[in-house]
């Protein structure tokens, strides 16, 4: 069981670049979520997803995107890559509302 | 709104004492609690939870957390530190009348790094 994967695990950008973070997760869970990690400030919320077709806003949703076309996947997209996008990133998944998140091992970004 | 305090970023034990690693906590009504724990270069883990009933809540690995509502917080503890426990520690809340129905993401406080020592 892989649980919640994301590619990559590493990566570089120039600024203005694009890429797309990519989340899938094998638990069948509806909920899913992206998380940005900067030292010393926790977890910040960028985007959530209920089920397939629907994302919503989270904390700090400035600069990127999300889609969620299946239950298993959900790409994280950076248009314009700027220094403040300089993070480590996490994707989770959940089934339900008093349920535990999972997550999986983090992308960390560097925009230069 | 939902906030979460870690005031210790770090915390030192000897191995084989017992730790504590201390949380509060802020909703406007009744509160989901959550300790994950961070290994380097990992994704978070989850350690406990409460949603409701008995106000002391055991864990993974030997950790326990204690809900105390009028002092409005959920302290991570351990009787017995071992080096394996060094990380970095989160605590997060949900507010149970948050207004994603439960569907959004928890608010996590800024992390504690545990430190055992041999």
């Known amino acids: 069981n892989a649980g919640v994967t994301q590619t990559p695990k590493f990566r570089i950008l120039k600024i203005g670049q694009s890429m797309t973070l990519q989340c899938t997760q094998d638990?069948?869970?509806?909920?899913m979520y992206w998380y940005r990690q900067d030292p010393g400030m926790g977890l910040k919320l960028i985007y959530y997803?209920?089920?397939?077709?629907?994302?919503d806003k989270g904390e700090v949703p400035n600069g990127y995107n999300v889609s969620r076309s299946t239950t298993e996947d959900f790409p994280l997209r950076l248009e314009l890559a700027a220094p403040s996008q300089t993070s480590v990133y996490f994707c989770?998944?959940?089934?339900?509302?008093?349920?535990?998140?999972?997550f999986g091992q983090g992308t960390r970004l560097t925009v230069v | 709104a939902q906030s979460v305090a870690q005031p210790e970023d770090q915390v030192n034990v000897a191995e084989g004492n017992p730790l504590t690693v201390k949380c509060t906590y802020s909703?406007?009504?009744?509160?989901?609690l959550f300790w994950y724990v961070q290994y380097p270069n990992r994704g978070l883990q989850f350690l406990l939870k409460?949603?409701?009933?008995?106000?002391l809540v055991k864990g993974s690995y030997g950790f326990e957390a204690e809900f105390n509502k009028s002092q409005t917080s959920f302290h991570l503890k351990k009787p017995s530190a071992l080096v394996s426990d060094s990380a970095l520690y989160f605590c997060?809340?949900?507010?149970?009348?948050?207004?994603?129905?439960?569907?959004?993401?928890?608010?996590f406080g800024k992390g504690t790094h545990l430190i055992i020592q041999p």
């Open positions: 989770a998944s959940k089934q339900g509302d008093y349920t535990e998140a999972f």
């Open positions: 638990m069948n869970h509806n909920y």
């Open positions: 997803s209920v089920g397939a077709g629907i994302t």
């Open positions: 909703v406007s009504g009744n509160p989901y």
């Open positions: 409460y949603i409701t009933g008995d106000n």
């Open positions: 997060a809340v949900r507010d149970i009348w948050s207004p994603g129905g439960g569907a959004d993401g928890l608010t």
